[in-house]
């Protein structure tokens, strides 16, 4: 096949790659926004390259006439996540969505695969525009813990160096790495109640904090300046010593200050 019409088919992969990192960053920024812990750390997403597209074609035996039908994670996403608890969260939420439609799923956080490797596998199809119309793709969906994406990276430069004759040495450390995952995941979900915590009062803080300074700068506008350098000092004060509900109480009468100023209509 010609490279430009390589280009061709594997742009609109390229676009539903772009789209939906979009709308997975969006979903943390939602969960953030209310103040509550998004059960999405990171998502990052890749268009697979011509060689390996090839390369898989090869090696399962597929016609490469039919390779788009066959190879269904030519666009892949990842999305990672803090806890195992996470996981599951994530893929309620890619089930109850509109957009795309799950085709098949694969457990490997409760089948680990011989190699070591867990993730949860979600194949859904997806549909772009371009301009020949619409076009349903397939995209694969790779949900995992942090711990289980540094094996995983780790294990997959390896198997690329080794191809197939990674020697058993290696094979051996790798399998007792993913068993110490799997403890390193259990003793983090231990812990997970009150590390949310911690990252929700650290999210609700700062979101109080963005809210205040926000008035501070209305105010600025419309007020007496130098009764705005006095909240300015207030609040100062308040911020250091570090009391979240004396910054809420701030905060409630810093709005009804703006209210009354109208300053809120600036925003
Ligand atoms: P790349 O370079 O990430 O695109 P299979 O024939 O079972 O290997 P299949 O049937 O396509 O693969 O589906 P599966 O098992 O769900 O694997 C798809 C992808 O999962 C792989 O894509 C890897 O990204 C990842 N994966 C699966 N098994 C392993 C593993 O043992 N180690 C690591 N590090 N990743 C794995 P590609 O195309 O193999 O690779």
Not at 96 to 123: A, F, L, T
């Amino acid at each position: 096949m010609e490279i430009q019409l390589w280009r061709e088919i594997l742009d609109p992969y390229a676009l539903a790659v772009n789209e939906l990192i979009v709308k997975f960053n969006h979903i943390i920024e939602e969960y953030h926004h209310v103040g509550a812990y998004s059960p999405i750390e990171q998502v990052t997403g890749r268009v697979k390259t011509i060689s390996s597209i090839l390369e898989k074609a090869q090696k399962k035996g597929i016609d490469l006439e039919y390779f788009e039908e066959k190879i269904d994670d030519i666009a892949g996403i990842r999305i990672i996540c803090q806890f195992v608890e996470d996981i599951y969260k994530v893929v309620d939420i890619i089930k109850r969505r509109s957009d795309m439609r799950v085709k098949s799923e694969k457990n490997y956080i409760n089948n680990m695969k011989k190699s070591g490797y867990r993730s949860y596998h979600i194949i859904v199809a997806y549909n772009v525009e371009t301009l020949k119309g619409t076009k349903e793709l397939q995209v694969e969906i790779q949900i995992r813990t942090l711990a289980m994406n540094f094996w995983a990276t780790i294990e997959h430069s390896l198997q690329y160096k080794y191809k197939q004759n990674m020697p058993e040495h290696i094979r051996e450390r790798l399998s007792s790495a993913a068993e110490a995952v799997l403890i390193l995941d259990r003793e983090m979900s231990v812990v997970r109640d009150e590390i949310m915590d911690a990252q929700n009062s650290f999210t609700i803080k700062a979101n109080i904090v963005a809210d205040i300074l926000t008035n501070i700068q209305n105010l600025y506008k419309v007020a007496n300046k130098q009764e705005v350098i006095k909240i300015q000092d207030e609040f100062f004060r308040i911020y250091q010593n570090g009391d979240q509900e004396e910054l809420e109480r701030f905060n409630r009468e810093l709005d009804l200050l703006s209210q009354r100023y109208r300053a809120q209509s600036l925003r």
